[in-house]
Nanobody
């Protein structure tokens, strides 16, 4: 069964850090582009970052550039999102999916909540 499972969310103070994990099963992350997305309360789902498979090319939304880092561990078949200098506006449910845009994303995970307190 093809599946992506997110973990690592939680409550953190502004300025703090969290690392999210997206564990894949049923396929190899190295063969896909894997993206992180988020949905804040009352807002649309938006792309945050993605990483291509073998080329390891990365993309970041302007709002997270310089603060978030996406990486892939092929041995663990997992994609990570290291988030630093967190802001209250980063509060959202974070999802991972295969793909780099909301429209093209597939195999969506169930999400992990990130809450940043001021």
């Amino acid at each position: 069964e093809v599946q992506l499972v997110e973990s690592g969310g939680g409550l953190v103070q502004a300025g703090g850090s969290l690392r999210l994990s997206c564990a894949a099963s049923g396929f190899t992350v190295d063969d896909y582009t894997i993206g992180w997305f988020r949905q804040a309360p009352g807002k649309d789902l938006e792309g945050v970052s993605c990483i291509s498979g073998r080329e390891a090319t990365t993309y970041y939304a302007d709002s997270v550039k310089g603060r978030f880092t996406i990486s892939s561990d092929n041995a663990k078949n997992t994609v990570y999102l290291q988030m630093t200098s967190l802001k209250p506006e980063d509060t959202a449910v974070y999802y991972c999916a295969a793909g780099c845009t909301v429209v093209t994303g597939t195999y969506w995970g169930h999400g992990t909540q990130v809450t940043v307190s001021s």
